[in-house]
């Protein structure tokens, strides 16, 4: 008997980095203070992330994408209620990044087609998208989108703009 999967959610949060690769690289402010393997309940995960001020205030991507969520609201660079919106804010991040990533390999326009089509099905499920990329010189460039209320990964993450919806920008 298979579980059923978990509701759609409601809306997706939308994160860009960019930055050093060894500010990136450093995982400490990364990492909530606690590793956990299964979920717990939503003021358990707010009792967490309080525990850590590090990894509140630090903007650079956690190692666990939905993570995201614990973080404060004013980290979030669009919200979207609709995937298709949600994943074209991505092609866009994508675009605009392009110039700058460091190998041709990733700036090829057939790579970035696939890559948007798998955005596009990963996002109509339900699911997160993350993407990073070298960029010239020593700089590195994450875009993520992440579902909320909920997450098909870590469900029980409260939504860091404090209800089920988004934020009405998409």
């Known amino acids: 008997m298979t579980a059923p999967l978990p509701p759609m ?7 860009r980095w960019t930055g050093e690769r060894r500010t990136y690289d450093d995982e400490s402010v990364r990492r909530p203070p606690h590793l956990l393997v299964q979920d717990i309940s939503p003021q358990e995960w707010k009792q967490i992330a ?17 993570h995201w969520l614990l973080r404060p ?54 699911g997160d998208v993350v993407g990073g990329w ?17 997450n098909r990964t870590r469900p029980t993450i409260p939504c860091p703009m404090g209800r089920g919806a988004g934020s009405g920008t998409g």
């Open 73 to 126: 609201a004013r980290m979030i660079k669009a919200s979207f209620e609709a995937p298709d919106k949600a994943s074209a804010w991505y092609r866009d991040q994508i675009t605009e990044l392009s110039p700058s990533f460091l190998t041709d390999h990733d700036k090829d326009p057939a790579r970035q087609a696939e890559r948007f089509a798998a955005a596009d099905d990963r996002l109509i499920w339900g």
């Open 9 to 15: 959610p409601s809306h997706w949060h939308c994160y």
């Open 50 to 66: 309080a525990a850590s001020p590090a990894f509140m205030a630090s903007e650079v991507p956690p190692l666990e994408v939905p």
């Open 134 to 150: 070298y960029l010239r010189g020593t700089g590195f460039a994450s875009i993520q989108v992440v579902a909320c209320s909920t």
